[in-house]
Nanobody, 121 residues
């Protein structure tokens, strides 16, 4: 069974920093893209940052220059370093991975359950 687990969320003051982590576990052969999304209360889920296996990165305009995505292919993990946080960054942050399972030998889309980030004074 494959799982994605996010960690690192919490309450932070405006201007502060947080680092989110995503760990994929289970019978995984390969992970292609790993992506962070966020969903604010009452709003649709939106892409925050994505990183391919070979390190190509894409950011939402709203986080460019403040957030940094990274990954460790050997450990099946991804991280999101968030600096200069703003109240509008408040949301549940989800990790998504396009991964190849041993059981099916097909690429499938997996989601974590999310971690809440609250930016408030």
């Amino acid at each position: 069974q494959v799982q994605l687990v996010e960690s690192g969320g919490g309450l932070v003051q405006p201007g502060g920093s947080l680092r989110l982590s995503c760990a994929a576990s289970g019978s995984i052969l390969r992970i292609n893209a790993m992506t962070w999304y966020r969903q604010a209360s009452g709003k649709e889920r939106k892409l925050v940052a994505a990183i391919t296996r070979d390190g190509r990165i894409n950011y939402a305009d709203s986080v460019k220059g403040r957030f940094t995505i990274s990954r460790d292919n050997a450990k099946n993990t991804a991280s999101l370093q968030m600096n200069s946080l703003k109240p509008e960054d408040t949301a549940v942050y989800y990790c998504n991975a396009d991964l190849l399972r041993v059981a099916t030998l097909t690429f499938e889309d997996y989601w974590g359950k999310g971690t809440l980030v609250t930016v408030s004074s």
